[in-house]
């Protein structure tokens, strides 16, 4: 029996989005259901995991399971269902505040780790459902519902702070780009190990600073013009240059691909240490085995 192939609309739930007009996030659900119809995935081996925030609705509007899960709860959650069932494609729905604020406790360790999931960031620098107060990721000086004179705060950098916490795939990419998008959470999934997507996603409600004209031509493809994703080293410099155009509006601000490692994941290492210990019968040699090493 021939397989079906599933077209972008296969994957998209009858529930209606409730996100404002204009919402970016719109865009996030066009690139990532066309994705998973490019590469052929079926909805049942797909789960997606989100916390809370605007963001966050995103598994509702998709046609596979999802777990809409607690506030800056989504990666503890998603990891445990990949060690679970390492078969199925784990992806994670977030937002700037969800993961970068109440959830940036786990985001290191399910990198250095290196989880075979993908980290969707819908970054639009503020939060939305809540109605209009400053995220980790809003610039400074941004006017907000509790910040009545402007953030004082400096913004997280999403691309160098993953990299530092050693994820294997760190890539930015833009709601106003389809293309690049639907191309970007491809190799995302198609990772294996931990993957983090940084997806400027403007607010057109709360944010009217980093619109959606402000973005416009201000993007620039750090592959095309020539960035060897394997060199972390320039990959950090890459990232530290991505907040440049919050000080000067002619600065470009970069996406694409900035690193991407082939590691050994977490799956990986736990099977090994399985296959290890399994082969072991002796009650003695298994104590030797688990004994501190001398330096």
Known sequence: MLEVHLKPADYKSDVEPTWCS???????????????????????????????????????????????????????????????????????????GDLFSIGAGHNPHAARRNIDITVICMDNQVYGLTKNQVSPTSREGLYGSLTPYGSIDRPVNP????????????????????KHMTEVIKQAIQHKGFSFVNVISPCPTFNKVDTFQYYKGKVKDINEQGHDPSDYRKALELAFHDLDHYHDP?????????????????????????RRYKQVEDVQELIDMCKPKAL
Request: hydrophobic fraction near 40%; glycine fraction near 10%; charged fraction near 15%.
């Open 22 to 96: 204009g919402c970016g996030d719109f865009g996030v659900v066009a690139a990532l259901t066309r994705a998973y119809s490019e590469l052929g995935l079926k909805p049942e081996n797909i789960v997606s995991v989100s916390g809370i925030g605007c963001s966050s609705r995103l598994p509702l509007f998709v046609k596979n399971y999802s777990v809409h899960s607690l506030h800056g709860r989504a990666i503890p959650v998603a990891v445990g269902i990949k060690l679970a069932r390492p078969d199925l494609t784990v992806i994670v729905e977030t937002g700037d």
């Open 250 to 274: 002619n600065a470009p601000v970069p996406i694409g691909v900035f690193y991407k490692a082939e590691l050994e994941t977490y799956e990986d290492r736990m099977q090994s240490v399985k």
């Open 159 to 178: 691309i160098a702070t993953m990299l530092s916490y050693g994820a294997t795939f760190v890539a930015q990419t833009y709601a106003g780009n389809l």
